[in-house]
């Protein structure tokens, strides 16, 4: 995002174009060993904190996908939708979706949390959606940059994803 290769202060992230492309970034993670629940009551999968920035200030049109590897080792092959954000939705939807934030100005890192906190927003369902200690989970982003949705005219740059979760030790 800034810096260059050539020297330490450079920073290394995944680039989700804008327009038709619809570009998409994976990342396969292990659920730690002392996994024992979100924590959240409903809860199956625990909430997610997208790190992302762009080069535009306007808000962007992003798919989250997963899904357990060991579902994709039996045949099942394909990623599960669950939630989406991006801009115009409406506020407490319930619905996975959420009002996507934006990087203002640009080059501003976002912590994007889905689902939704203060709506108090759900997972969309499906097969693989529970996640236990030890199970391997692929996570997709699929940027949807021709959506008229997304009216950020840059790249969206993908630094991390996070999550918190309870412990049993």
Do not use: C
């Not at 804008?18 to 959240?40: F, H, K, L, W």
């Not at 920035?53 to 049109?61: E, R």
């Not at 369902?125 to 940027?143: E, K, Q, Y």
């Amino acid at each position: 995002m800034q810096g260059s290769g050539t020297n330490l202060t450079g920073v290394w992230v995944r680039r989700l174009s804008s327009g038709a492309s619809n570009e998409t970034a994976t990342v396969a993670i292990q659920v730690p060993a002392d996994y024992a629940g979100t924590g959240i009551s409903g809860f199956t999968a625990p909430r997610l904190s997208i790190y992302w920035a762009s080069n535009d200030t306007g808000k962007v049109n992003v798919d989250v996908a997963w899904r357990k590897i060991n579902d994709m080792l039996l045949g099942d092959v394909g990623n599960s939708f669950r939630y989406n954000f991006r801009s115009g939705v409406p506020v407490a939807s319930g619905n996975s979706e959420t009002e996507s934030y934006f990087s203002n100005p640009a080059r501003t890192l976002v912590k994007q949390t889905v689902p939704e906190v203060t709506e108090n927003d759900v997972w969309a369902s499906g097969p693989g959606s529970v996640w236990n200690a030890n199970d391997v989970i692929v996570i997709t982003l699929h940027r949807n940059g021709g959506a008229p949705d997304d009216p950020n005219n840059g790249n969206m740059y993908i630094l991390g994803i996070g999550y918190e979760y309870e412990a049993d030790m």
